[in-house]
C-alpha cells in the first residue's frame, strides 16, 4: 500500500473516531458530564475554571455543550445561539448528537424562534432510538414541542405529543412527571373548551399530587375550580391516598 492511500485512510478513521465518540478525554469534563444533571449551577462554576483554548479539538466543542446543558439544567435563559450551533456543527455522529439538537430546541425557544425551536424538536425526535435508555430524553423533547404546539395556539396539534409523553412517564413510574403531563393536558383541554375530558386529566393529575408543594396544588385547584364552573356541577374531591401506587396506564388511549 503506497503511502500516499495509507495517509488518506489513517485520516478517514481519525475523523471517524471523532465524529463518533461520546464522552471527552479531558477527566474534568468526565466528571461534569455525570454531575450535570443532579447540579448544574456546581457544573457552571467548574466549567468556568477550565479555560476551552487549553482543550483538544472534540473536548472543546463538548466543552460548549456542557455550558449549554448545564445553564438550561439552571433555568438560565439562553440569550445566544453561537454556542449551541458550535456543538451542532462539529458533532457529527457523536451519539450526543440528538441530546445537542434538544437543546438547540431549548434555545431557539428562549430566543422566541419557535419555528427554528420546533425543527430542533422534531430532528431529535427523528433520531432518538426505541432504546429504553432514550425514554427520558424522549420524554423531554415530546414535553416541550406539546408546550410549544399549545403555546402557539396550536392545542389540537400538541395532543399527540403530550399523550405519547404521558405514557412514557407512567411506564416509568414516574410519579412527578406523571402528575405534570395530566395537568398540562387538562390546561389544554380548558382551552379546547372541552370540560368534561379536562375534568378527567385534572382530577388523575389531583390524585397524584400529594407529592406537590402547596402553592403548585393551589395552582392545579384553580384549573379544577374553572372546570367545575364551566360544566355548571360541583366537584368532588378525588382520593390522594394513592398518589404512589400507579404502576399500569390509566385507559389514556381512549380520551381523545
Known sequence: MNRTLL???TT??????????????????????????????AAIDSLAAIDPATLGDYDRHYYNFLTVKARDKAYI??????????????????????????????????????PT???????????????????????????????????CGLHRQSLPYLKECLELSISRNDTVNTTYDYQLLGSIYLDLQEYDTAT???????????????SDLAFMEGF?????YRTARPRAQP??????QLRTPPAVTAIS
Open 7 to 9: 495517509l488518506i485512510i
Open 12 to 41: 478517514i478513521a481519525i475523523i471517524a473516531c471523532g465524529c463518533t465518540r461520546q464522552q471527552p478525554s479531558d477527566p474534568r469534563l468526565q466528571r461534569l458530564t455525570l454531575s450535570v444533571d443532579t447540579g448544574p449551577q
Open 77 to 114: 435563559v439562553h440569550t445566544s445561539d453561537s454556542l449551541i450551533l458550535d456543538v451542532i456543527n462539529h458533532f457529527g455522529r457523536s451519539p450526543k448528537m440528538t441530546e445537542a439538537l434538544y437543546y438547540a430546541g431549548r434555545v431557539y425557544s428562549d430566543l422566541g424562534d419557535y
Open 117 to 151: 425551536a420546533l425543527r430542533y424538536f422534531h430532528d431529535a425526535l427523528d433520531r432518538i432510538s426505541d432504546d429504553p435508555e432514550e425514554d427520558e430524553l424522549r420524554g423531554r423533547v415530546l414535553s416541550q414541542t406539546g408546550r410549544m404546539l399549545s403555546n
Open 200 to 214: 378527567i386529566y385534572l382530577d388523575k393529575a389531583y390524585s397524584l399530587a400529594k407529592h406537590l408543594s402547596d
Open 224 to 228: 379544577l375550580a374553572i372546570a367545575s
Open 239 to 244: 382520593d390522594r391516598t394513592d398518589a404512589f
